[in-house]
C-alpha cells in the first residue's frame, strides 16, 4: 500500500484506471507502471493538479517529503492468535511461548536502551479467553501487570519471571478449563537511566564517603579485636 493511497483514494484511483482501459480490474493490472503511462494534465484533468501532480511522481519514484526519524516507542510487546484446536489449554502450553515472548521483548529492550538510554518499569501480561459456557461463547479479555527492574542490566530471564507472576495472578486460582485464544506480553513506563557520570557523584558524595569510613573503621576495630582475643 502507498501512503495516501489507501480506503477510498485508492479505490478512486483503481476504478478509473478499469474504466480508462488501463488495467482489467481493481485487482489486476491497477500498477503503477500503467498509471505512468498517463500524462501529467491527464490525472490533474481526473484526480485535481495536486492529487494528480503527486500521482505523476509516484509513478516515476519521486518523493520530496523530507525523511523523519521514527517516533519512540512507548510501550514494546509480543503477541500471538490461536485459532480452533490451537487454543492454549494448560499453564506448559502458556509458560511456552511467554518464553518465545520474553526472548523477542529482550532483544527490543536492548535495542530501546542503547538508543534512548532508557528501560522498562513495567510489564503486563494479556489475554483472551473463547470458553464456551452453558453453550455460549463468553469472550474474555483480561491482563494483569507488575513492575519489573531491568535498569542497566536485566536478562531474558528477568522478563520472563515477572511475565510468570502476571500468568500465575490471572490462572493461578483457576477452577475452570483454560482457553486462551490470544496471548500477549508488553513492557512500557520507559525510565531514563541515569547516567555513570551521576552513580559515580552519587556514590562519592560527602554523606557515602562517610559511611565507608565508618564502615571500614568498624571492621577494623572488628578485627583488632578478635586478634586480641586470640593472643589472650
Known amino acids: 500500500r502507498l501512503q495516501g493511497l489507501g480506503g477510498k483514494a485508492g479505490v478512486a484511483v483503481k476504478t478509473w484506471m478499469v474504466k480508462a482501459g488501463l488495467a482489467t480490474s481493481a485487482e489486476e493490472g491497477c500498477t503503477l507502471g500503467a498509471l505512468a503511462a498517463v500524462p501529467l494534465p491527464q490525472l490533474s484533468q481526473q484526480f485535481g493538479h495536486e492529487m494528480g501532480k503527486r500521482l505523476y511522481e509516484m509513478c516515476r519514484g519521486e518523493w520530496d517529503e523530507p525523511v523523519c526519524d521514527r517516533a519512540e ?51 503486563t501480561v494479556g489475554y483472551s479467553d473463547r470458553t464456551a459456557v452453558a453453550g455460549q461463547q463468553n469472550p474474555s479479555n483480561q491482563s494483569k501487570g507488575c513492575k519489573v527492574m531491568i535498569g542497566r542490566g536485566g ?16 490462572f493461578g486460582g483457576r477452577t475452570s478449563v483454560i482457553h486462551v485464544t490470544m496471548l500477549s506480553m508488553n513492557v512500557c513506563n520507559f525510565e531514563k537511566l541515569e547516567s555513570s557520570a551521576g552513580m559515580s ?6 554523606g557515602k564517603a562517610k559511611a565507608k569510613t565508618a564502615k571500614r573503621s568498624a571492621d577494623e576495630m572488628s578485627s583488632s579485636s578478635s586478634s586480641s582475643s586470640s593472643s589472650s
Open 155 to 170: 536478562s531474558v530471564g528477568t522478563v520472563l519471571e515477572a511475565g510468570r507472576r502476571n500468568a500465575q495472578k490471572l
Open 201 to 206: 557523584s552519587w556514590l562519592a558524595s560527602p
Open 73 to 123: 516507542n512507548q510501550s514494546l510487546g509480543a503477541s500471538k492468535t490461536f485459532f480452533g484446536d490451537a487454543a492454549l489449554c494448560s499453564m506448559e502450553d502458556i509458560d511456552h511461548h511467554l518464553g518465545n515472548f520474553s526472548r523477542e521483548i529482550w532483544d527490543r529492550v536492548v535495542a530501546h536502551r542503547t538508543k534512548y538510554n532508557k528501560h522498562p518499569t513495567h510489564l
